[in-house]
T-cell receptor, first 121, second 110 residues
Framework: GAVVSQHPSWVICKSGTSVKIECRSL??????MFWYRQFPKQSLMLMATSNEGSKATYEQGVEKDKFLINHASLTLSTLTVTSAHPEDSSFYICSARPGEGQGLPGSYEQYFGPGTRLTVT | DAKTTQPPSMDCAEGRAANLPCNHSTISGNEYVYWYRQIHSQGPQYIIHGLKNNETNEMASLIITEDRKSSTLILPHATLRDTAVYYCIVKSFGNEKLTFGTGTRLTIIP
């Protein structure tokens, strides 16, 4: 149980276009989802926290108008990179935090997706 | 959340126990120690967490010193698939955010 998927797993797009990445919790409901970005040979950096049905909370230095996050349901959050540029090329990873009472193993709080590698040319 | 310090890299022979240290000297009383790992080009995977008692699960053991200023993650019989970056994170249980440091790159040698 507690599987998080991301789609696509990798994407190549041209500079100036927009790209949407989906994050789904497959077997549980996620009240909160998180989006991270990881540049090569660096650690994960939290970009934003989203709660179902409300606006995302962005970390300092992350442009909310460039990285649009929509958490429309308890199992789906999307990250749209608008007007992508080569410097946005990165590994984007989501995680999901289950709501209470779902009988999931362990008491850890975030389940991570496999990541999406974005390359902007 | 308290800051953690880990060695940047370690090697371990396959089949041996891998012991990964973490210093967290500024940890406060309500903060837990979490361990995650990230295999190359994948999302992080939870391993274990603890408050002050030693913990063990099917993946690893976590040994926390009595003063809680440091801990050690033990992989009892390392395999090649345990090659990954291991992150030690300190945070309070109710805090949603995970702050990843640079971690320890563990390489299992055949």
């Amino acid at each position: 149980g507690a599987v998080v998927s991301q789609h696509p797993s990798w994407v190549i797009c041209k500079s100036g276009t927009s790209v949407k990445i989906e994050c789904r919790s497959l077997d549980f409901q996620a009240t909160t989802m998180f989006w991270y970005r990881q540049f090569p040979k660096q650690s994960l950096m939290l970009m934003a926290t989203s709660n179902e049905g409300s606006k995302a909370t962005y970390e300092q230095g992350v442009e909310k108008d460039k990285f649009l996050i929509n958490h429309a349901s308890l199992t789906l959050s999307t990250l749209t990179v608008t007007s992508a540029h080569p410097e946005d090329s990165s590994f984007y990873i989501c995680s999901a935090r289950p709501g209470e009472g779902q009988g999931l193993p362990g008491s850890y709080e975030q389940y991570f997706g496999p990541g999406t590698r974005l390359t902007v040319t | 959340d308290a800051k953690t310090t880990q060695p940047p890299s370690m090697d371990c022979a396959e089949g041996r126990a891998a012991n990964l240290p973490c210093n967290h000297s500024t940890i406060s009383g309500n903060e837990y120690v979490y361990w995650y790992r990230q295999i190359h080009s994948q999302g992080p995977q939870y391993i274990i967490h603890g408050l002050k008692n030693n913990e063990t699960n099917e993946m690893a053991s976590l040994i926390i010193t009595e003063d809680r200023k440091s801990s050690t993650l033990i992989l009892p019989h390392a395999t090649l698939r345990d090659t990954a970056v291991y992150y030690c994170i300190v945070k309070s249980f109710g805090n949603e955010k995970l702050t990843f440091g640079t971690g320890t790159r563990l390489t299992i040698i055949p």
